[in-house]
């Protein structure tokens, strides 16, 4: 997807995933933050990108409920094989700054694709803001009603 597509699908989607296109080393679809994010762990990131990505995970932290610590089970991977969170069309503001990301991705030859779906999987979790849905029998994200945005 376009940097800066992300801000103008506001609205626009009953439910909202970015995420790999390949699966990672533990046969899932690894999603924007967790992508980022492993980049970070793997020293990867310039002082810059570290500086938005600490910024920016500090602010969803504090504004918006993890739902691993309102249920800590719900990405466990024998409960819950392949449970991925999905935005909700209201989560503007989570939505907005996710072009950050998917700036540094960018920047350093990570694919990172974006996902519509109004049914992606078996819901395990949700509040006002995400899902988190187990995807459907087949566990490919291309196969559960997705469709990749252009």
Known sequence: MK????????G????????????NERGYYSGVFG????????????????????????????AYPDPS????TVYDHELHPGAAAWFKPTSRDLIKRVDGYLEILAAHGV???MFQSSNPGRIVYEDAYQIVV???ESGRADENE?????
């Open 111 to 113: 694919e990172c694709r």
């Open 3 to 10: 940097i800066g597509e992300a801000r103008e699908l506001v």
């Open 69 to 72: 610590t309102v249920d800590p």
């Open 35 to 62: 992508l980022v994010n492993g980049l970070a762990r793997r020293g990867k990131l310039s002082a810059e990108q570290e500086r938005f990505r600490r910024a920016n995970n500090d602010w969803y932290n504090a």
């Open 12 to 23: 626009e989607a009953p439910y909202v995933r970015f995420q790999s296109p390949v699966r």
């Open 134 to 136: 187990v995807p459907h």
């Open 146 to 150: 997705l469709q990749p945005a252009t």
